[in-house]
């Protein structure tokens, strides 16, 4: 299985950017997709979420700036930033819940992409 990150990088206070992330491989059906980040010197916290039936969650400090959502066929899961502030910087990680082809319940990190927000 493989996790392919992209969108990240360099951006101005109050600009938006959007990440994709696309999963490939020996893939049944994924469960829930989501997204995490972190800060250095700091623990990898949750961003947001969104279930195979559309349900999302999202940590209250990006609640009205970042809209998750995902596209089944492709298998991909994106995250809108919007009114990005500096404390959104950090290594953004995608991470999915899936069943394999094999009928095994896993789960999978991608390998994060940088964002970073300054003037």
């Known amino acids: 299985v493989q996790l392919q990150a992209s969108g990240g990088g360099l951006v101005q206070p109050g600009g938006s950017l959007r990440l994709s992330c696309a999963a490939s491989g020996s893939i049944f059906s994924i469960n829930a997709m989501g997204w995490y980040r972190q800060a250095p010197g700091k623990q990898r916290d949750l961003v947001a979420t969104?279930?195979?039936?559309?349900?999302?969650n999202y940590a209250d400090s990006v609640k009205g700036r970042f809209t998750i959502s995902r596209d089944n066929a492709k298998n991909t899961v994106y995250l809108q930033m919007n009114s990005l502030k500096p404390e959104d910087t950090a290594v953004y990680y995608c991470?999915?819940?899936?069943?394999?082809?094999?009928?095994?319940?896993?789960?999978?990190w991608g390998q994060g992409t940088q964002v970073t927000v300054s003037s």
């Open positions: 991470n999915i819940d899936f069943i394999s082809g094999d009928g095994i319940r896993l789960g999978y």
């Open positions: 969104i279930t195979s039936g559309g349900t999302t």
